[in-house]
């Protein structure tokens, strides 16, 4: 079998603002040559390693590493083991990262950052989940903060600063807005504020993310709908999630059961 025919791809344009593509691929002896791309390459290894020459340097990434390749810059990509690798790709346009960036980013591409390896991961499992698109816009707000201080360093930056006003109307905002949600770029634009201090201000005043305050409250909602007797699919309807497997995913990661089984054990 050739390594052509043993790739596998899947790749996609999420309704996340800033992302242009998400590029998942196992390749067994594909080798990339020499190219550019107009987007910042955001890159994890699953399985494997890359070796790549990025401006004449040669690099590569073993598990632990995100690997920030920046734009108009040519480099390649080829297995490093016998195995080949998996990866996980985020293309980030220039409302991710300015490109005053580039030049950091060209001298240390590959960050051995555990709180960012991890978090990046989060994306990719929030944009495979349709109707998860506050938690990915949120989670890559506070990866384009953590490479921001990784390509700039400088002095040790201050503990977040407090806003429980900037909060509260946040808040508000995800309240009025249950069923029909609220994407990360609205409410910034509505309430005048840096995506990152947003989220940031909401998570340190109430301990808990837009994101996961959001799901929460629709869950709320499908348990009334559920006791008085309606199907897990019109509830899901009702209550804003995507479809009934979304619902699904987070009533039964908040409640311990599938909405189906807490219907058929309500008590009536």
């Known amino acids: 079998m050739t390594g052509q025919r043993a790739a596998t791809v899947s790749a996609w344009r999420p309704r996340v ?32 390693a890359v070796r790549y020459d990025l401006d004449r340097h040669e690099h590569g990434t073993p598990l632990d590493t995100v690997s920030l390749l920046p734009p108009h ?4 990509g080829a297995p490093a083991t016998a195995d ?16 005053d960036l580039i030049g950091p980013a060209v001298d240390g591409p590959d960050l051995r950052d555990p709180v960012l390896r991890r978090r990046v991961g989060q994306v990719h499992t929030a944009l ?3 109707g998860d698109e506050l938690e990915a816009a949120s989670r890559l707000t506070l990866i384009g903060e953590r490479l921001r201080a990784a390509l700039r360093p400088g002095p040790s930056r201050p503990a977040p600063r407090r806003d429980p006003a900037l909060a509260r109307r946040l808040r508000e905002l995800l309240d009025a807005r249950v069923t029909e949600g609220l994407a990360l770029e609205e409410a910034t634009a509505l309430l005048n ?3 990152a201090h ?18 929460s409250r629709r869950v709320g909602r499908a348990r009334r709908l559920l006791l008085e007797g309606h199907r897990p699919a019109e509830v899901a309807a009702a209550t804003g999630f995507y ?8 009533f039964k990661r908040l409640v311990g059961v599938p909405p189906g089984r807490y219907r058929a054990g309500a008590t009536r």
């Open 17 to 48: 603002p800033g992302v242009v593509e998400v590029f998942h691929a196992h390749f067994t002896e594909y080798a990339y040559p020499m190219h550019v791309h107009d987007a910042w390459t955001l890159l994890i290894v699953d399985a494997g």
């Open 243 to 250: 479809d009934q497997a979304h619902l699904t995913r987070h």
């Open 73 to 76: 810059v040519p480099h390649n």
């Open 128 to 130: 495979t989940r349709p």
């Open 84 to 99: 080949g690798f998996r990866k996980r790709v985020l293309y980030l346009d220039g409302t991710f990262l300015a490109d």
């Open 193 to 195: 504020a840096h995506p």
């Open 198 to 215: 947003l989220v940031r201000a909401f998570s340190t005043a109430y301990g808990i993310a837009p994101h996961q305050y959001l799901m």
